[in-house]
Structure formats: structure tokens, C-alpha cells
């Protein structure tokens, strides 16, 4: 006879599969680029058909495709008005013939997204003299355009959604908006945008494959670290199917002038880049790239394409990685689990076949020496374990119990753990 915790069991599994967004997508965090930031400054909402193909062959010719980059998406800069029948455009200054573009990026064996927004009109003009129309009162029409388009990704924003005086409930748009999708028949991934301000990790499951934990990531180290604190505790929200996204990565600077070779404009340094993208994929983050592809820098390829730190965002568990506990910098009693007032940070995230990805944080201004004891791991308790160095890619000499690192000021040191059975 089954036990009423076995029974209990089933039926928290049994409603966590009803409620889910039930598209098969995002068992993994998805991957790929924006336009946010390419033509020269962040948030300008500027895009074009040339961009776009350009983009879509570089992601093939820099390795990110063979990487798993997938995703080719349009931010806020896209759309222009709705036709006599309400059906949404492009701008056809922008994108000539915008199904074009789309079978360009798919013949590149790459995946085509879209901006869209809740409300009446989407949160920027794009620099265009009108407002761009969001999606209220068109989500089932405009799912069933994006399909016909053979979109792939759709994001929906939270801008503009005062109606009648009254404020849209998140729950209701988001959860319209998935069904339309949904009844397309098309597999769309769907991502929501509200920023976290109304807790999307803890009921967006049902509609979304991921949901914005927080608020939007700029290229300076105060929002990057801002955003890695903001989501301590949110690790168990993660799953295959729904993921936190922290927001666009900015790794190598704003969209800067590509055809100066060699050339960007970063708004943190290299040491804080590296920091971004092993926090990115300890976090279980989507990693979608916002800057620009087409010139690639040394740190741009030293983290985007590295493999060993793709394999621990992408590992099929899905499990999100988390703070588990704090070294104290300079401190004669420095391991203290999950204090939260430590400038030197210990993470972890459960992999497959019992093994740990764990990262070694500096949030402080100066170097410091920290250490990550294995005890913090669970099943660990006295056990050794070979290590590897994943952002070097070397294994460590001997078996241990801990591990020891100098940490650069505003830098990160991540490493795989094995478990010696």
C-alpha cells in the first residue's frame, strides 16, 4: 500500500507537471545573442536586417554555433506599427523583408527570437518619432504571426501596462500570452520580463521557460554585482523547463565600432568579465551575449567560448548553483555557512553523476586568499576529491578535501569537484 508521503509525493509531482509551461523547451538554459548593445550604446534599440546577418554569420565563423549558441534575438528595436487588420510589423526601413531575414538566420542553423511587451506599447521608441505598439488585446494575434514567421523565442516585457487607469496583473498577461503561444502548436521558448518585482521565480513555472529575477544588467561592476547578490536564495527555483535569467551578459563592453579591430569600450575590466560569466554559469543563467560578436577580444573568447564553464551552465540536472557559505576575509573565524556579511563568497552547484561545480567570490575591493571546504558540499562530510581549475582547464595534483585560491578584487575561481568514491 503507498504510504501518504509516497502519495504526497506523487501528487506534488504530478501537479508541478500540470503547471508547468508544457512546451518541452528549456531543459537547459538557452544560449545565444541580443541586440541589445551593438550599435554603439546599450539600449538605443537600434537593430537592422545587415546587423542581424552579420551577427548570424560570425556566431558560425568565431565558434559560439559549435559553442552552443543558438539563438539569434531582436530587443526592443524590431516592430514599427500594426496593419489595417491589427497585425504587427516591422519596420520596413530596418528589415526590408523581415521573413527574409528570419530564413537567413535559420539557414545559419540558428534560432530567430523576438521583443515583444504586455502592455499597450513596448518601453522604447527604438529612436523612431512614434511609440512601437506592445502586445494587450493582440497576444493571441501576434503569437499566430510570430508562428507563421517561424519564430522561436519570444520575450514579453512589462512596459506601458496602465490600462483605463487600472494596472495589468503580471499573472494574467504572462499567463494569456503562454496559452497563445502554446495554441500555435509551434514550440516557442517564452521568457518574461517584469524584472522580479512581483517574485516571477516563484509562480512563472507555469507560464514561462525563463523569468527575469531582477533588474536590468548594465556594464559596470555596481549592476553586476548588485544582480549576483540579488539572486542568493534563488538557486532552487531553477529547473529544466524554467530558469532565473539575470539579465543579458556584457562580457567584453558595450557595442562598440567593429571596424575598429581590436577595439571596445568596456565598463569593467577583464577580471570582472571573467567574474560575470562564471557567476552567469554557476546561476544556471540563460547566457545570452548582448555585445558585439563580430569583434571578438581575447576575454570575450577566454569566457564566451569556453566549453568546460558552458558544460556547468548547460548540465542536464538543471539544478541552479548557490551561495552556501562565506569565508571571512581577514577574520581569525573565517568559515561561517550562509552568513551574509562576508566580502568572500562560497558557491556551489550540484551537477550530474555527484559531482559540483563551486566558485570562489571576492566582492571586495582587494585580493584575498579564500578557501572552499568540501564539508560545505552535500554527501561530503570527510571526503577527498580530485579538482578541477575549469576556467584554466587543469586538473590539480592530488586529491583534497578543500581548496585554496588568491582571488583578484571584484574576481571569481572556479573549479569542478569529484567526489573519490
Not at 537547459?28 to 537592422?48: A, I, K, S
Not at 493582440?138 to 504571426?145: K, P, R
Not at 533588474?215 to 555596481?222: A, K, L, T
Request: hydrophobic letters at 35%.
Amino acid at each position: 500500500m503507498m504510504t501518504w508521503h509516497a502519495l504526497l509525493g506523487l501528487v506534488l509531482v504530478l501537479v508541478h507537471h500540470a503547471s508547468a509551461v508544457n512546451n518541452g523547451l528549456g531543459l537547459t538554459p538557452p544560449m545565444g545573442w541580443n541586440t541589445w548593445c551593438t550599435q554603439g550604446h546599450c539600449g538605443l534599440d537600434v537593430c537592422n536586417d545587415e546587423e542581424v546577418r552579420a551577427v548570424a554569420d560570425a556566431m558560425v565563423d568565431n565558434g559560439m554555433k559549435a559553442a552552443g549558441y543558438q539563438y539569434i534575438n531582436m530587443d526592443d528595436c524590431w516592430a514599427d506599427k500594426r496593419d489595417s487588420n491589427g497585425a504587427i510589423m516591422a519596420d520596413p526601413a530596418r528589415f526590408p523583408n523581415f521573413t527574409d531575414t528570419i530564413r537567413y538566420v535559420n539557414s545559419k542553423g540558428l534560432k530567430f527570437g523576438l521583443y515583444t511587451d504586455s502592455g499597450i506599447y513596448t518601453c522604447s521608441t527604438g529612436t523612431r518619432p512614434h511609440k512601437i505598439p506592445g502586445s494587450y488585446g493582440h497576444y493571441e494575434q501576434d503569437a499566430n504571426t510570430y508562428a507563421s514567421w517561424n519564430v522561436e523565442y519570444v520575450k514579453m516585457d512589462w512596459c506601458n501596462t496602465k490600462v483605463n487607469g487600472s494596472e495589468l496583473d503580471p499573472h494574467k498577461q504572462y499567463s494569456q500570452m503562454s496559452a497563445a503561444l502554446n495554441a500555435t502548436g509551434k514550440p516557442i521558448f517564452f521568457n518574461s520580463c517584469e524584472w522580479g518585482v512581483d517574485n516571477p521565480w516563484e509562480w512563472m513555472h507555469s507560464y514561462a521557460n525563463s523569468w527575469r529575477s531582477g533588474p536590468d544588467h548594465h556594464d559596470d561592476w555596481g549592476s553586476t554585482s548588485k544582480i549576483i547578490e540579488h539572486n542568493i536564495g534563488l538557486g532552487k527555483y531553477a529547473a529544466p523547463g524554467g530558469w532565473n535569467d539575470l539579465d543579458f551578459l556584457m562580457t567584453g563592453g558595450q557595442g562598440c565600432d567593429f571596424t575598429k579591430p581590436g577595439k571596445h569600450c568596456p565598463g569593467m575590466t577583464d577580471t570582472e568579465y571573467k567574474t560575470e560569466f562564471i557567476m552567469w554559469c554557476i546561476m544556471a543563467s540563460p547566457l545570452l551575449v548582448a555585445t558585439d560578436i563580430r569583434n571578438m577580444t581575447d576575454i570575450m573568447k577566454s569566457t564566451l567560448l569556453n566549453t568546460e564553464l558552458i558544460a556547468v551552465n548547460q548540465d542536464k540536472l538543471g539544478k541552479g548553483g548557490d551561495k552556501v557559505g562565506d569565508w571571512h576575509c581577514g577574520s581569525p573565524d573565517r568559515l561561517h555557512a550562509r552568513s551574509s556579511d562576508s566580502k568572500c563568497q562560497l558557491w556551489a552547484k550540484e551537477l550530474s553523476n555527484g559531482t559540483f561545480a563551486i566558485a570562489l567570490y571576492n566582492t571586495d575591493d582587494h585580493a584575498h586568499g579564500i578557501t572552499f571546504n568540501f564539508n560545505l558540499l552535500p554527501g561530503m562530510g570527510g571526503k577527498v576529491a580530485h579538482v578541477r581549475d575549469l576556467y584554466n582547464h587543469k586538473d590539480m595534483d592530488k586529491t583534497m578535501s578543500s581548496v585554496t585560491a588568491q582571488v583578484e578584487a571584484h574576481g571569481a575561481e572556479v573549479y569542478k569537484v569529484i567526489p573519490v568514491v
